[in-house]
């Protein structure tokens, strides 16, 4: 069975500051992963996603995530936040060979950037 | 192009009182979901299809039946309304590599 841990649940950060959002995940098979951002009273919407190929993978607004097998880690990144990227943030995992797509989620960290 | 949309985006409900919520999408997907949001247990999938006329249960499905009778559409049911199920309601549908979620319905039972 897969598994996905957001090993914190809130983060604050002062604007312009860097940020990490940490995923680890368990799966004893192949794994697609994904980034969510959740704004207020919003759906989610894809930040990015690692499918194969080269483990730094780029999104929208600036974040990028790298996939690390070896830690089984998929860490959310941006080099300066705005006021803007307050949000919840979800990392998710699929097998999709053997789940028909089914994501697993983690239980979200929410970013609290202050000015 | 409007993606995925859900019906309706707000509802209260008195235990024991049906409804359903409707979810559509105009993306031709194959794949479509329904999952539940509460505070601090993430998205918990509720249901799935893998396509029209198919369903399939998820990790939280007690308490909810799905119909998938045309392939744009994917509708949740609550026959009998707990105040358990006072959650928000998101559905998704998927090109398999990639879900695309709705706005979501904020579902109170009273």
């Known amino acids: 069975a897969q598994s996905v841990t957001q090993l914190d649940s809130q983060v604050p950060v002062f604007e312009e500051a860097p940020v990490e959002l940490r995923c680890n995940y368990s799966?004893?098979?192949?794994?697609?992963l994904f980034w969510y951002v959740q704004y207020p009273n919003q759906g989610l919407q894809l930040l990015l996603k690692?499918?194969?190929?080269?483990?730094l993978v780029k999104g929208i607004n600036g974040f990028e995530a790298e996939f690390n097998k070896s830690q089984t880690s998929f860490h959310l990144r941006k080099p300066s936040v705005h006021i803007s990227d307050t949000a919840e943030y979800f990392c998710a995992v699929s097998d999709f060979g053997g789940s028909q797509g089914n994501l697993i989620f983690g239980k979200g960290t929410k970013l609290s950037v202050k000015p | 192009n409007a993606g995925v949309t859900q019906t309706p985006k707000f509802r209260v409900l008195k235990t024991g009182q049906s409804m359903t919520l409707l979810c559509a999408q105009d993306?031709?997907?194959?794949?479509m979901y329904w999952y539940r949001q509460d505070p601090g247990m993430g998205l918990r999938l509720i249901h799935y299809?893998?396509?029209?006329?198919?369903?399939a249960k998820g990790e939280v499905p007690d308490g909810y039946n799905v119909s998938r009778l045309k392939k744009q559409n994917f509708l949740l049911g609550l026959e009998s309304a707990a105040p358990s199920q006072t959650s928000v309601y998101f559905c998704?549908?998927?090109?398999?590599?990639?879900?695309?979620f709705g706005p979501g319905t904020r579902l109170t039972v009273t």
């Open positions: 690692y499918l194969s190929g080269s483990t």
């Open positions: 998704a549908s998927s090109n398999f590599y990639e879900q695309y």
């Open positions: 799966s004893s098979v192949s794994v697609y």
């Open positions: 993306m031709n997907h194959e794949y």
């Open positions: 299809s893998v396509g029209e006329g198919t369903t």
